[in-house]
Each structure stands twice: as structure tokens, then as C-alpha cells.
């Protein structure tokens, strides 16, 4: 991809623990620029790691765009963990010296949130490996509901799904629980002959979370197919999610739009149709990845408008495979 005669550039980045996203867009939205890394998440991997991959994917846009540094009228930088006052810190001394006021630091369930509302208040549910609700208010505050991590929390995420379906897989293997098609697709995706094996692959797994978390969208397509017990689990992570989202919204004292994020809830999932079942609020399913709030922000802050024109052509670039989503730890 190739710049334009204008010279005005905007960079969005969102990271979060698997992947981040870098964009740079011109003043009126039009993305010329993308770029896709490693995780970004400061608190789950070791600083000059995360420097370095921000880094390279500023020079790579830069490349693409054929953009100089001097042109970068902002940059909004949405990374997990960044409302943590040492993480803030962190990200200021490797680039407040070069970038000053143009660097803006947040965290990535605000660019998940901006990806929906275009940076207005409001809720972002966040259902991936997982879940959380967070919501900023019309008067700048924020509030969180969840996102306590897989020990204590983390309801209706990818990884309370991919449990729960292991654990209705080894009932069912028991004759404790309703035999279910979770039981061939589970052994399949694992790679193990027999139910009981399960363990000794999950449990020897470098990262049991993310392993369980991948099994969740069997859970969905095996209640798309008409399992009862996928389509229970199902019903489940809904209820949290929702219990989630409402929570933060007696929090925050307003009626705010909720937007569905997440890997979860970017698309037609089982999961995102139950949400929308239940909900007794406004849900909002952004038309874009996050990266594309980051950007929204980034041009905020600079003065600029985000109206209809621009965030059309924030929303024109969405490259496959890039689905809306966030990670706050």
C-alpha cells in the first residue's frame, strides 16, 4: 500500500497478549497502512520484547505508507494493561522522548470500545480468551465488571467455554453427564484417541488457558448443529456476559450502548445471537476492528472530526481474519 499526496499521517495501535495491530490513516480516514505482530501486553511479556515489537511495526507502516516520523500528527497507542500506572510508565520513557504530546496511552478495551461508538462513551463487552465489561462515562470516568482472570473470573470467555466443554466431555465419559458431539470434536481437535487422554495433553500444555480457549468455538458450531449440551454451555456464557454488562452499567449510572468485542462476539457466533437474545440494552456491533478506534482517537485528539465520510473509510479496510477484540489484564 502506498500513501497519498497528504501528508497528514495518524497511527493506531492495539495490542493485546496474542496479537497486535498497527495502522496508519490520513486525516480523512483512509488507512494506507497495516501491519500485524506479536502480543503487546507489558504485564505478560518482557518489556524490551513488547518495545521491540511496536517498533518494528511502526517501521513497517511507515514503509508502507511512505510516511516519515515528522508527518505523524498522533498516534494512539490501545495496549492491555496500559491503564496500569508502570505499565503508562513504561510505554512514556521508550516513546514520550521522540513522539511528546502526539503519544496517546491507553488501554485495549478502549480502542475496542472506540471501534463501536467512534469515541463517544459508552460499554465495551469483551469476550475472548477472557471477558470483561468496560465502560467510560460521558464525564470521564470508567468503570470495570470482570476481567479477573481464569482462576477467579473471566465468565463466559473462551476459556470458561473450552473448560466447561472438557468437563462435559469427561461427565459424559464417566457416566456422570448427557453424552454430547462435544466428545468426538474435542478428542479430534486435541489429537488424543480417547476422552481421558484429554488430561495429560491439556495439563502438559506450556499454556492450558489458551489451549481451552481454542476448543470454544467447537462449543458454538457444536450448538449450531443442535447439541443440547453445547447449546446449554452456550446459554451459560450468555447469562455471564450479560450479567457482565449490566453490572457495568448500574455502575456507571447511564444508559450506554454496549459494544459486543472480542473474538467471541465479532461475528455471527451462537454465543453473540444468545447475547443478543437476552440483552436488555443497547448492543452495537462495530463494523470494524479495533485498531480502527485507535485510530478514531488518534485523529480526536489531533482536532479533528470523525464524521460519517471519515469513518467510512476507517471501516473500508478490514482485512480477513482481523476480528474485533481486546484483552485487559
Not at 492450558?208 to 446449554?232: F, H, M, S, T, Y
Not at 455502575?251 to 454465543?271: F, I
Request: contains cysteine.
Amino acid at each position: 500500500m502506498r500513501s497519498s499526496e497528504q501528508r497528514r499521517w495518524f497511527v493506531g495501535i492495539d495490542g493485546g497478549g496474542s496479537k497486535t495491530t498497527a495502522a496508519v490513516c490520513g486525516a480523512d480516514g483512509q488507512i494506507v497502512a497495516l501491519a500485524m505482530g506479536e502480543g503487546s501486553n507489558p504485564l505478560s511479556r518482557p518489556w524490551p520484547e513488547v518495545e521491540e515489537t511496536l517498533r518494528a511495526l511502526l517501521r513497517d507502516c511507515f514503509q508502507q505508507a511512505g510516511a516519515a516520523a515528522h508527518e505523524v500528527e498522533g498516534l494512539f497507542f490501545g495496549l492491555a494493561g496500559a491503564d496500569r500506572p508502570q505499565v503508562q510508565t513504561q510505554i512514556a520513557n521508550a516513546f514520550r522522548a521522540e513522539w511528546g504530546e502526539r503519544l496517546q496511552i491507553d488501554n485495549d478495551a478502549v480502542a475496542a470500545l472506540y471501534s463501536g461508538t467512534w469515541g463517544e462513551p459508552g460499554i465495551v463487552l469483551i469476550a475472548g480468551t477472557g471477558s470483561i465489561a468496560y465502560a467510560l462515562t460521558a464525564d470521564g470516568s470508567r468503570h470495570r465488571v470482570g476481567g479477573w482472570g481464569y482462576l477467579v473470573g473471566d465468565e463466559g470467555s473462551g476459556y470458561d467455554l473450552g473448560r466447561q466443554a472438557v468437563a462435559a466431555v469427561l461427565r459424559a465419559f464417566d457416566g456422570r453427564g448427557d453424552p454430547t458431539a462435544l466428545t468426538g470434536m474435542l478428542v479430534s481437535h486435541y489429537g488424543v484417541e480417547a476422552p481421558d487422554q484429554l488430561i495429560a495433553r491439556l495439563y502438559g500444555s506450556p499454556n492450558p488457558r489458551r489451549e481451552l480457549a481454542g476448543a470454544a468455538i467447537l462449543v458454538d458450531r457444536a450448538a449450531a448443529a443442535g447439541d443440547e449440551v453445547a447449546g446449554r454451555l452456550v446459554r451459560q456464557a450468555a447469562a455471564s456476559l450479560v450479567e457482565l454488562a449490566e453490572a457495568c452499567r448500574a455502575k456507571a449510572g447511564e444508559r450506554l450502548p454496549v459494544v459486543l468485542a472480542g473474538g467471541l462476539l465479532a461475528s455471527d457466533t451462537m454465543l453473540r445471537r444468545a447475547v443478543l437474545q437476552m440483552a436488555r440494552f443497547e448492543a452495537v456491533l462495530p463494523d470494524a476492528p479495533p485498531v480502527t478506534g485507535c485510530l478514531a482517537e488518534a485523529l480526536r485528539r489531533a482536532g479533528l472530526s470523525v464524521n460519517a465520510a471519515v469513518r467510512k473509510n476507517l471501516c473500508r479496510y478490514h482485512p480477513e481474519g482481523e476480528a474485533n477484540g481486546g484483552e485487559l489484564v
